[in-house]
């Protein structure tokens, strides 16, 4: 329980795997999310004004001590994320189930996780994960 804590605490992801045996023809597709360990484009981050507070927030993201101080709820991580980061359509450059070679701009999605910008397929819309009162 120790150990999956720690891989919980590190990376949030836990794979249950169900003691029954199943036929796999019996198992739907399962999401698959691919994550660019480079959280930010050079290029991007390059264009940031040293002094500013997207700059701040990129050192914070990278794990450093910002040289700026942040401003209280004035900061749009998603935004600063999808703008500095990788897309989808350049990172998953190719695709191909049962010999078929598909678009992979139009099948990955991005979504923002805690390892940065991912890239997405066949998961589950939020609302049919999610269960408000």
Not at 58 to 64: G, N, P, S, T
Not at 65 to 85: A, D, F, M, V
Not at 91 to 110: K, L, N, S, T
């Amino acid at each position: 329980m120790q150990d999956a804590f720690v891989k919980w605490n590190t990376t949030p992801v836990i794979v249950g795997i169900n003691p029954e045996p199943t036929y796999i023809t019996k198992e739907p597709f399962p999401a698959l999310t691919i994550c660019n360990l480079n959280q930010a484009l050079a290029s991007q981050a390059a264009r940031l004004p040293n002094d500013s507070s997207q700059f701040a927030m990129l050192q914070v993201l990278c794990h450093r001590k910002p040289h700026t101080q942040l401003s209280r709820g004035n900061n749009n991580w998603e935004q600063l994320i999808s703008n500095i980061s990788q897309p989808c359509g350049d990172m998953v450059i190719g695709c191909r189930f049962g010999a078929v070679d598909y678009h992979c701009e139009r099948m990955f999605q991005p979504i923002i996780t805690d390892e940065g910008l991912c890239c997405v397929i066949n998961m589950l819309h939020p609302r049919f994960m999610y269960k408000h009162k």
